[in-house]
């Protein structure tokens, strides 16, 4: 019988359907918000225990190994229909959480539960989905990936990691690639305030190459905060302040779960600087790679984030899994929790940068 199942969920795993499993984290949000109680727990006890034990388990089998690397898969609409949806799922389950938690008591367990659910939400299924749309070279497709990241407040991320981050990944002028030895904590204030600013500077850079003013209509910078400030007062009108706090706590909960996923991806690896000034060229050592693949399809592939940033505008459907690059001994969700204990995820992963990037970051 064991065996069976195990075929059949090979199978589904090998099929362009299991990217449907990314909304089962939305699913568990859902359960939370309609039985109420402890069981708005569910979103975080799915990623953070569920999830790993899954994971776990699949490893053992060898069930990881199914699919890591494929011919590139046609590009049609149902792939794209699926990163569309989370549009209406996000803000839907957004609408239905701030209609819920304006009967709930500030300190309470319900109110605790459904913000870090929908926080969670909005990191998976809004910020996520947004950083693989952002990448697309159709307007519309950029558009909704901007769209996205307005519950989280951080439509600026659009500026700074399309033409920031992947210019400068692996080098200490990258806000979110995590020093060597650095913790999360101090990682989060570092990156969350260097990407603001990264942001700002790069609107500066593309407005003056067009010989336009930093105060121009041309700013984009200045309508991310007019639609993020619309949001904020739009919220305040419908559900009060109660509603404003639960949405500023939810987007920045959702932008730390985000920033945490930087954290693993890049910790502790450098590229060199060459004789010229310049850094050598990003490969695919310079991100680490995690081929546990019920982390990978939930998250769209994010996790083969070696290939990713190989070529950025690979399609997740199309991203494989690059054997030679650094890879993580968990999947997304397990190094996540391990690396909230520095002692523990310096521990097992500094081991795991290679030598050179070990020395560069003496020098750094």
């Known amino acids: 019988m064991f065996n069976r199942d195990l075929k059949l969920f090979k199978g589904f795993l090998l099929s362009d359907f299991k ?48 699919e890591t690397h494929r011919a590139e898969k046609g590009i049609h609409s ?44 909005m990191a998976s299924n809004g910020i996520n989905v947004a950083h693989e749309l952002c990448h697309r070279t159709k307007t519309l497709e950029r558009f909704f990936g901007k769209f996205l990241l307005i519950p989280s407040l951080y439509m600026h991320f659009y500026l700074e990691h399309n033409y920031g981050h992947h210019l400068k990944v692996a080098t200490k002028e990258d806000p979110v690639t995590a020093k060597y030895n650095e913790p999360i904590y101090i990682f989060w204030i570092s990156a969350i305030k260097g990407e603001l600013l990264g942001a700002i500077k790069i609107q500066k850079n593309r407005l003056k190459i067009n010989n336009n003013s930093f105060f121009s209509i041309y700013n984009d910078m ?96 199309n991203l494989n899994s690059i054997d030679h690059s650094p890879q993580l001994p968990y999947g997304y969700p397990t190094s996540i929790l391990l690396s909230f204990i520095p002692v523990i995820w310096f521990k097992l992963m500094n081991p795991r940068v290679p030598r050179d990037m070990y020395e560069l970051s003496l020098k750094n």
């Open 19 to 66: 990217y449907l499993m990314a909304y089962s984290i939305p699913l568990t949000a859902l359960v939370g918000l309609y039985f109420g109680g402890y069981w708005l727990f569910t979103t975080p006890f799915y990623i953070f225990v569920i999830i790993p034990a899954v994971e776990l388990i699949l490893t053992r089998y060898g069930v990881d190994e199914l």
């Open 78 to 121: 149902l792939f794209d229909l699926m990163l569309y949806l989370n549009i209406i799922i996000v803000f839907g389950l957004l609408i239905y959480s701030l209609t819920k938690i304006i009967t709930f008591e500030y300190f309470s367990i319900e109110f605790l539960g459904l913000l870090l659910s929908m926080g969670l939400v």
């Open 222 to 317: 200045f309508w991310y905060g007019i639609i993020q400030l619309s949001y904020i007062l739009l919220v305040f009108i419908l559900f009060g302040l109660k509603g404003l706090i639960f949405c500023f706590l939810a987007a920045l909960f959702s932008v730390l779960m985000f920033e945490s996923v930087n954290y693993i991806e890049h910790y502790g690896l450098l590229r060199k600087k060459l004789s010229s000034g310049r850094y050598e060229r990003v490969q695919e050592r310079h991100s680490w790679n995690s081929n546990h693949i019920f982390g990978r399809i939930v998250l769209y592939e994010l996790t083969r984030h070696s290939d990713h940033h190989r070529i950025a505008e690979t399609e997740y459907q």
